[in-house]
């Protein structure tokens, strides 16, 4: 197999650029949200900050192997997420990994972070941390469906799983966009995508005030800081899938940070107006709400 | 020597018996015996004359003259084999009774006797007088063989049996009389010659008086209280040889009748067959229901008599076959039954610590039931196949459901007989034990001349000298050898046999092949944990194999209706060996048997429309058109579908899987199910597409494969018991493996085929590691586990990689099911079916992460703190499963690649390509070596930074954990296992209502009170019987005859 | 001293019939004393991370008496504490700065110790108003610890019955100015004296039923 | 018909039936009455099920250090009148037992759990009596006891912070705000 | 005549029929058995009479030669004989049986005798 070496160091371009992107978006959005209620908010770099503290916190514990491995799971999910799915339209440099696999393995590898954590918060033996993720597994069942549904749809209307296929179809103007060509589809999925996003009303997850704080009730000190960086990555990784799919993709990084930037808004916007569901409620929603709209985007596609 | 000797020995002994002196019973013991002996020699003589010249059948002639004016008896194969049937009967009887025989002294040894030779008479004779001598002279000995019996009930018992006889003796001779007077003779030849249209009624009340003595149902109460309380040495007679005896008076009568007659026998027959085998169900004492059971086998073997219009002549091949496994198992039955103490069917659990005794009872069962090798099955497969041939489905449908219910009542009581407990003891003398074994070495032997009679008569195969039946017969014999030894020889043949036969499979079958013979040599690896003899595992264990291995060896419909029972039957003793899995075994069997009966109807259905019947080859299944063609679909579709469980008839799998044994369960479902798939390709790539009613039936199987999917996850994360957990998880695999199948495109197939590979890879491993965690902890309940991961971490890795194998997440080689499957999906048209199993898709992992959390993760619990790993012989292949799962997740290619070419004949269009590693589709791509390269590089990266910034990380204990700052309490209470997904139940726990187990279990409940009120009309009043008797008289008469 | 019946010694039969013993404190409770956990090698590193510390203070939220109340407003608009990088996490595990908001019963104490045991070195005790300090109006009460540095390292009180937020506020500049002096070593403090701090706490817990160091 | 009027008829009626005592008038809706210890569970059912006195507001006890005595305080309140009558009863302080009502009122149980712990009243058959309630190890007498100097035992049990002076708040802050005395 | 004998075998049929369905007594059922097997054999025979002919014994009175056109025809009345001697066995038995089952419980009736049943 002859492999491209060139990749290596343009993959760690890419995630360079987005773990700094995330880290100011996720300080952005958050200072966006105190301001909504007339909070000066966090500084803008204190993500960073509270990162290094994390990893300059000089003692630990662990629970065990699995304990141990979760953070490792779920930023490995992050970082593949991102490397699995070209970052901007037409460019080499940041196709990425691209080559190994499409669209579905973006999609599954979705699941990889998830279930690794998953398993080290349950190896840390406190019931929040179960309960978190029962939580958060049922909720992810009934989220991820209109998504799915609607990547199905898109793929159907395109004919190709290839995400830069996709993009590629998207191109000559903002009428290309699937927005507008499978609007259907774009609303079902942009439903799902506020399920995903821990914000409310979906958040019952973490529910600080309830199970404090779900799953990583026992992370602390460096399992944190991955986390933390995980969380910076994640949702761009996540976003940029929804903005190749949906949005027409980026043909470079001004675009890419606006079009991120307004998708992850989407997300705050939602959260800081309504207040939280419970689990089941939220399954329902999204089964009464988003997953027709899902449907109905197939059977017209 | 003459046939007449038969009769004169009969009636000589009896009056030489009557000459001896009251207390010389020895003495008139033996010249019983005797008497029967020489009886049975003349009869075997007779048929081996028959049997091996192929000579006319014989006359002869009484009184010196030529019938109308004399007695003739006739001696032909027939007549010789069921004389040898009666007389050997009443030999072992009389061997059987013997202590009773000697108690009651030369009367009732001489009514014996007499009985014998008055069934015998009932055979040879060709007079319709003599036929009513001897039925009467069989009425007195059976009046007088009742008394042997200790049983009190048994005196007012003969009193009813003589009310009744006398009501059919009236109108047998006054129809003997009027059909004397319109032909003038009373040869039964002479009367067949001028046909019964001329004395219709006379005939009717002939006919109606011989059928009597059939008891048929409703008019048979007073039978069964015959069968109930009688000696059961007499009961096996009365069952056995009067039976048989009586079914081919019935015959000879029909000869008179001719055609029109045979309606009426076909009906009574039938009605009995369904409502005796009805009535046995709520039955609680063996011989009662035996009784019942005798009753139903003959009323069918009477509707097969009835149907010889179309029969021809093989209705002498079924009718035979179904007769004398009845006769056999029956008697055998009977005899056995004696060495129970208690009548309830419960207490035949005393025989289980007998395990040739129980050999003995399968033996029988499986005779009854008509199940290979025994004659019954070759009989049932060519009466189907005459049946449908003739468009007499309604006819084949009333057989095959009275069929069921009796293996229902039959495969129960075995249930009992296996699980219950018993404190009483088994005293099996000689006398006892020659009899059973008798019957067992006839079932057999019989079972052996009707696989070459059917070779010889249908080009059927005889399955007794298949390879892989004999070879797992063959451990019958070994069963006194130590487990291990057994199992290296298990393990040894199937790996010698794969290797001897690799070459012969295509690419499709191969993987099959593969998955059969060395996937169930690596479960059997684990097998080697078991200690002592583990008797009738292997047994059981090597039939289901056979089963499978001849299911994708055949070509034929024969061959594959036969390994599928096989199969069925050998998976059944393997599940019943679990713990508390009567239950389920009994839905397992019953639920396989249903769907067998269905794939029989299938077959006989298709090959009434594809020359050469009875059996065709299965390619030719392409060859069907459109009336016959959905049906045969729709019932072959459903019969498989009961072995991969789809929904609706699923019911059966969780408990069956989840009470088997340890190494058993990942038999039963990581291969067994597989059958089931098997049987799908075959029909879809024979089939294709069908529409019934314009309804396409791949896209019906696809809304099912869906809902199983959905619904078979759904009910799977609610489950509190691990291997309950993976049952369902399997009914859900199975789901997404007939979607892809129906999905009918290229994608598809090679996705089902990716999930027979993954299924079997990971469920078998999974259930190993639950099953070892559950022999170690004592508790399959999840939640009473918690914390197990350091004790038990191999048995940890390997349900990890299972977990994340199954929920398809990369890199392993779920994901590549899944990356298959969405790109199946693009071509198909249709799409809503896809909508629910996308919904299904995350749910999976709700269990998967139940299941290892539950289990190792959470807080470990007091009394598991010392639980050592799981045996080395469980843990082993999981082991060798990891790696598996391993190079298929990188190598798919090397089971794949072939099969993919080979799919190209069925779907030219939409194959993948294969470049290097990547491998592409016509919408995506996929490179499974870079991904796993890219993960664990990821991974290892990360992993090291982490132990590079975290390297002094305290390793604390489970209750070193925050909670609340205050001390977690006991591990129980901090352990959050119990009732998982409460919210998910809220949500959408009302898709998980039950309703198909409320579905048959309203069914079986109605059956049963239908049983229980049709009950009641057995009062137990001997004129109520006499009544029941006349007014089926009137019925009969009234429908056939009209008013 | 009774002991809770789950914490005691119990005989546990095994699934394989064997009787063995458990001892929930030993087997259930990681035993290991607390070490000292050196700074960083390099002065530069470990200014950076001072840095770091100081501006992000992570308040466990645990409020032990009336002075919590005093801590919402914190949060609130008006005085928003998110500013200065200050925030409240819900688990001991990931936060730096435990106030003690108010008097302290030897109940709270109990778990007052195991929630500051439970957090990561380095770790930050701010006393919060007058009972903290010398017991305030509870000076004479029979069931309230007087003085909080007897028991935890302290490394800052806030004087007051109770004080205000600014006051909080102005606390929380102090305590960033010791910890980027390196001056915030309270954790390494509380284990160098870890005998002195225990018998302290044993001598008012009477009832002592958890292990010396909850990790 | 006004309150207090109708506490006095519910008065004269209770006195009809059993030996109380007379009534001591708090406020027009909150009355005391005295009952004899064996004749109280009587009087709570007859309240609770004739006069429509429902609810047990509270439960509670007084050191009567000098007369030897407890005196318990059962706070009855009926909703729809809205007055509250007490009931006390009194004990011996030396034998200090009562008759445990928490099957009447199941509350019953804490406040009785409650006054074991801090006053060591016994109510014999109250569920989880003898469980810690607040107290955690406390191995003193009981600390709502008038006999127990709390002043000395924090003195012995906890380290003064040397320095702490106590004014009495009123010359105290007189003292601040005027500091040239008036 | 022989329709006569026939009638009256066929009303000694139903009336032994009837009698064996509606008596309760043990004997009594017998007693119409008896009478029902007589009805039957009268109707054998009359089946077998031919008007004008002699009964089938060979001896002086019918020659062996012109038997074929003077006698009735033999085999009902060979018929009946066995069906007779038939009858009086199974009537004998059961009167044993009757007499076994009065032994046992000291009752005629047949109700009396369903501990079999269903």
């Not at chain 2, 319709?128 to 001897?134: A, K, M, R, S």
């Not at chain 2, 069997?589 to 429309?609: D, K, P, R, V």
């Amino acid at each position: 197999m002859s492999f491209d070496w060139m990749k290596i160091p343009y993959s760690l371009l890419t995630l360079f650029i987005v773990v700094n992107y995330g880290f100011l978006l996720n300080a952005l959005i958050q200072k966006i949200g105190a301001r909504v209620g007339r909070r000066h908010g966090i500084p803008i770099w204190q993500n960073y900050v509270d990162m290094i503290k994390n990893y300059g916190l000089r003692s630990s514990i662990t629970h065990g192997v699995m304990f141990y491995l979760g953070p490792v799971f779920r930023l490995s999910g992050g970082v593949g997420l991102l490397l699995f799915v070209p970052t901007i339209y037409g460019s080499y440099m940041f196709s990425n990994l691209s080559f190994a696999g499409d669209l579905i393995l973006a999609l599954y590898f979705v699941f990889f972070g998830t279930l690794g954590m998953a398993l080290g918060a349950g190896e840390s033996g406190h019931p929040h941390a179960a309960i978190g993720i029962t939580r958060g597994l049922s909720q992810m069942t009934a989220a991820e469906l209109p998504f799915g549904l609607a990547v199905f749809s898109v793929a159907l209307q395109y004919q190709t799983l290839s995400v830069t296929e996709i993009v590629a179809a998207q191109q000559g103007g903002i009428l290309n966009w699937t927005l507008f060509t499978n609007p259907l589809a774009v609303t079902a999925a942009m439903l799902g995508f506020l399920g995903s996003m821990m914000r409310p009303p979906f958040d019952v997850v973490l529910a600080p005030q309830e199970i404090p704080i779900g799953p990583p009730t026992e992370y602390h000190s460096s399992y944190l800081a991955l986390m933390q960086t995980n969380r910076a990555i994640f949702p761009v990784a996540k976003i940029v899938i929804y903005m190749n799919l949906f949005f027409g993709g980026a043909d470079d990084w001004l675009t890419f940070c606006f079009k991120v930037f307004l998708i992850y808004l989407w997300s705050a916007f939602v959260g800081v107006v309504f207040p939280r569901f419970r689990v089941e409620q939220s399954i329902r929603w999204f089964l009464v709400w988003a997953v027709p709209l899902g449907v109905l985007s197939i059977v017209v596609v | 020597m003459s046939a007449l000797y038969i009769i004169a020995v009969g009636l000589g002994s009896a009056f030489v018996l009557g000459m001896l002196n009251e207390r010389q019973k020895n003495l008139g013991y033996v010249i019983t015996l005797a008497a029967l002996t020489v009886m049975s020699a003349i009869s075997a003589q007779w048929l081996i004359i028959f049997a091996a010249t192929g000579a006319h059948p014989i006359d002869i002639f009484t009184a010196g003259t030529q019938p109308p004016f004399a007695i003739n008896l006739r001696m032909g194969v027939i007549e010789s084999a069921l004389t040898l049937l009666i007389s050997l009967t009443g030999l072992l009887s009389a061997i059987h009774m013997g202590n009773a025989l000697v108690a009651r002294g030369r009367r009732a040894m001489a009514v014996l006797v007499i009985a014998i030779m008055a069934l015998c008479g009932i055979v040879l004779t060709r007079d319709i007088f003599n036929l009513f001598v001897f039925f009467e002279l069989i009425v007195i000995a059976t009046g007088g063989m009742v008394l042997l019996s200790d049983d009190e009930r048994a005196v007012s018992a003969g009193f009813k049996y003589l009310i009744v006889s006398q009501f059919i003796s009236v109108l047998l001779l006054i129809g003997i009389i009027f059909a004397y007077h319109a032909t003038g003779t009373l040869n039964i030849d002479g009367m067949a010659e001028q046909g019964a249209s001329a004395f219709a009624l006379a005939f009717f009340l002939m006919f109606i008086a011989v059928i009597a003595e059939l008891k048929p149902f409703p008019a048979n109460g007073w039978a069964l209280d015959i069968y109930e309380s009688s000696h059961p040495g007499f009961s096996a007679i009365f069952s056995a040889a009067t039976g048989t005896a009586v079914l081919f008076a019935v015959d000879k009568l029909l000869l008179i009748g001719g055609a029109e007659w045979f309606p009426v026998a076909s009906g009574v027959g039938i009605v009995t067959f369904v409502g005796a085998n009805l009535l046995a169900l709520p039955q609680t004492n063996d011989r009662r229901l035996l009784g019942y059971s005798s009753i139903a086998q003959t009323g069918l073997i009477l509707t097969v008599l009835g149907q010889q219009d179309i029969l021809g002549q093989n209705y002498l091949f079924i009718a035979g076959g179904l007769l004398l496994a009845h006769a056999v198992a029956k008697a055998g039955l009977y005899w056995l039954s004696d060495l129970v103490a208690s009548r309830q069917l419960t207490a035949w659990a005393a025989l289980k610590e007998r395990p040739l005794l129980v050999f003995a009872f399968v033996t029988f069962v499986a005779m009854l039931c008509g199940l290979p090798p025994f004659p019954g099955f070759y009989a049932k497969w060519e009466l189907a196949h005459a049946l449908a041939a003739e468009g007499r489905m309604a006819m084949l449908a009333l057989i095959l459901f009275g069929a069921l219910l009796e293996a229902g009542y039959l495969f129960r009581w075995f249930g009992y007989l296996i699980k219950r407990e018993s404190d009483e003891k088994v005293v099996c003398s000689a006398t006892q034990a020659i009899p059973v074994f008798a019957a067992v070495i006839a079932g057999w032997v019989l079972g052996f001349v009707w696989g070459e009679l059917s070779v010889t008569r249908f080009g059927l195969n005889n399955l007794l000298l298949t390879l892989p039946l004999l070879f797992a017969l063959s451990f019958l014999l070994i069963e006194w050898a130590p487990a291990w030894l057994k199992n290296t020889v298990a393990i040894g043949g199937m790996v010698a046999f794969f290797v001897m036969t690799y070459a012969e499979y295509d690419p499709l079958r191969l993987i099959f092949a593969v998955i059969f013979l060395i996937g169930g040599a690596i479960t059997l690896l684990a097998s080697y944990s078991a200690h002592g003899r583990r008797v009738g595992f292997y047994p059981a264990a090597m039939l289901m194999y056979a089963g499978m291995i001849m299911l994708i060896r055949t070509t034929d419909s024969f061959g594959f209706f036969a390994a599928w029972e096989l199969l069925t039957v050998g998976s059944y003793f393997l599940i019943l060996r679990g713990k508390e899995s009567e239950p389920h075994a009994l839905s397992y069997i019953l639920f396989s048997l249903g769907g067998a009966f269905l794939i029989l109807a299938g077959f006989a259905l298709a090959a009434s429309a594809v020359p050469p019947a009875p059996t065709f080859s299965l390619a030719n299944l392409a060859a069907l058109t459109a009336p016959v063609a959905p049906w045969v679909f729709v019932l072959l579709a459903v019969g498989f579908m009961t072995k991969t469980a789809a929904i609706g008839v699923h019911i059966w799998l969780p408990g069956a899987h989840a009470e088997a044994e340890t190494d058993v369960s990942p038999m039963v479902s990581g291969i067994l199910l597989k059958a089931g798939l098997y049987g799908l390709f075959v029909l879809l790539m024979a089939m294709g597409k069908q529409q019934l009613f314009g309804i396409e039936l791949t896209h019906a199987l696809l809304w099912i494969a869906a809902l199983t999917a959905l619904l078979g996850n759904l009910m799977a994360i609610f489950q509190e018991d691990g291997k309950r957990l993976l049952a369902y998880s399997s009914i859900g695999q199975m789901g997404y493996a007939v979607f892809g199948l129906a999905l009918m495109n290229h994608l598809g197939w090679l996705m089902a085929l990716m999930f027979v590979i993954n299924h079997y890879i990971y469920k078998a491993m999974l259930f190993l590691s639950v099953g070892g965690v559950a022999k170690r902890t004592g508790t399959r309940d999840m939640y009473k586990m918690g914390g197990l991961i350091t004790l038990m971490p191999l048995s940890f890795i390997a349900t990890l990689i299972g977990i994340i194998a199954v929920s398809g997440v990369p890199p392993l080689s779920g994901f590549g099911g899944r990356w298959i499957f969405y790109n199946a999906i693009m071509t198909s048209d249709v799409r809503m079916p896809m909508v629910i199993l996308f919904l299904a898709g995350p749910i999976a992992f709700l269990y998967l992460f139940r299941l290892i959390y539950t289990i190792f993760l959470g807080q470990l619990k007091d009394e598991f703190r010392r639980v050592k790993e799981a045996p080395f012989w469980i843990v082993l292949p999981q082991m060798i499963y990891v790696a598996l799962l391993m190079i298929f997740a990188v190598f798919p290619g090397i089971a794949l690649r072939r099969v993919d070419e080979y799919l190209n004949q069925f779907f030219p269009e939409g194959g993948l390509g294969w470049s290097g590693n990547e491998i592409t589709s016509a919408y995506g791509y996929w490179n499974p070596v870079s991904i796993m390269i890219i993960i664990c590089v990821i991974f290892g990266v990360l992993l090291a930074w982490l132990m590079f910034v975290d390297r002094k990380a305290q390793k604390v204990k489970q209750f070193n954990i925050v909670f609340s700052a205050e001390a977690p309490y006991r591990p129980e209470t901090t352990h959050f296992a119990w009732n998982f997904f409460a919210p998910y139940r809220k949500a959408l726990g009302f898709l998980v209502l039950p309703l198909a187990t409320m579905f048959w279990g309203t069914i079986t409940g109605l059956l049963h009170t239908g049983a229980d009120i049709a009950r009641r009309f057995y009062t137990g009043n001997g004129q109520t019987y006499a009544f029941h008797f006349l007014l089926f008289v009137i019925v009969a008469y009234a429908i056939r005859i009209g008013f | 001293m009774a002991m809770k019946p789950e914490l005691m010694k119990r005989m546990v039969k095994g699934p394989d019939g064997l009787e063995f013993e458990v001892e929930p404190l030993r087997d259930y409770y990681c035993e290991a004393p607390p070490t000292v956990m050196p700074a960083a090698y390099i002065k530069i590193v470990e200014d950076l991370f001072n840095w770091a510390r100081a501006e992000s203070i992570w308040i466990l939220g645990f409020g032990t008496g009336c002075g919590a109340i005093e801590m919402r407003p914190l949060m609130t608009p008006r005085f928003d504490a998110y500013r200065y990088g200050v925030q409240w996490r819900p688990t001991p595990r990931q936060a730096n700065l435990f106030i003690i908001s108010g008097y302290l019963s030897t109940k709270t104490l109990k778990r007052a110790i195991r929630a500051y045991e439970q957090m990561q070195n380095p770790k930050y005790v701010i006393g919060l108003g007058s009972c903290t300090i010398n017991g305030g109006m509870y000076w004479d009460s029979y069931n309230t610890i007087k003085r909080l540095d007897d028991y935890l390292p302290v490394d800052l009180y806030i004087a007051g019955c109770m004080p205000r937020p600014e006051a909080l506020l102005s606390g929380f500049m102090d305590l960033k100015k010791l910890i980027r002096a390196g001056k915030g070593e309270g954790a390494n403090k509380y284990v160098e004296n870890f005998d002195w701090y225990k018998a302290n706490q044993k001598r008012v817990i009477h009832d002592w039923d958890m292990p010396d160091y909850n990790w | 018909m006004t309150t207090l009027t109708i506490m006095r008829e519910l008065h004269t009626r209770l006195k009809a039936l059993f030996p109380v005592g007379e009534l001591t008038e708090q406020r027009p809706a909150l009355g005391f009455v005295t009952v004899p210890k064996e004749h109280l569970r009587t009087t709570l059912m007859h309240l609770r099920v004739k006069e429509g006195f429902t609810h047990l507001v509270l439960l509670t006890a007084v050191d009567w250090l000098e007369e030897g005595q407890f005196q318990l305080t059962y706070l009855l309140s009926n909703r729809p009148l809205a007055i509250d009558l007490g009931l006390r009863v009194m004990l011996p302080r030396d034998a200090a037992t009562m008759e445990s009502i928490h099957d009447v009122w199941p509350t019953a149980a804490t406040y009785q759990r409650e006054l074991r712990e801090m006053f060591g009243i016994d109510f014999p058959g109250s569920p989880r009596l003898h469980e810690e309630f607040i107290l955690e190890g406390w191995k003193d007498i009981p600390p709502y006891r008038r006999d127990f100097d709390t002043l000395k035992y924090a003195n012995e049990s906890y380290s003064q912070r040397p320095g702490r002076e106590t004014h009495d708040p009123a010359t105290h802050m007189k003292q601040q705000l005027y500091p040239n005395g008036r | 005549m022989a329709h006569l004998a026939m009638a009256t075998g066929f009303l000694l049929i139903l009336i032994g029929a009837w009698g064996a369905l509606t008596n309760r007594n043990l004997l009594r059922m017998i007693v119409a058995f008896t009478i029902a097997d007589t009805g039957v054999n009268l109707v054998i025979i009359a089946v077998g009479y031919m008007r004008g002919r002699t009964a089938p014994i060979i001896d002086g009175a019918v020659s062996a030669a012109d038997a074929v056109t003077r006698i009735i025809d033999p085999v009902p009345q060979a018929l009946v004989l066995t069906a007779i001697v038939i009858g009086v066995g199974v009537t004998a038995l059961m009167l044993a049986y009757t007499y076994r089952l009065f032994e046992k419980k000291r009752s005629l009736d047949i109700r009396d005798y369903t501990d079999l049943k269903g």
